[in-house]
Every structure is written in structure tokens, then in C-alpha cells.
């Protein structure tokens, strides 16, 4: 990703150990400790 890019969530969703969004273009992103799956 370049610096100072325009990324736009639909929507988020966050966790204990994950934060997961929808961005406008379709595609899920999701992130967390992978310690808990």
C-alpha cells in the first residue's frame, strides 16, 4: 500500500484477538493473533 492511499471500509469489526472489514470494493480483510485462530 502507498503511502497516504485511499483505502474505504464499508464496515469493521473487531474482536478480542481479530478486527476483520468489508472494504467498498468487495473484498474482506481480517487481521489478528494467530494464536487464536
Request: proline share 0%; hydrophobic share 45%; aromatic share 8%.
Amino acid at each position: 500500500m502507498a503511502f497516504g492511499a485511499r483505502i474505504s471500509y464499508l464496515t469493521v469489526v473487531a474482536g478480542n484477538w481479530h478486527t476483520v472489514g468489508l472494504k467498498t470494493d468487495g473484498h474482506v480483510v481480517a487481521i489478528g493473533d494467530n494464536r487464536h485462530g
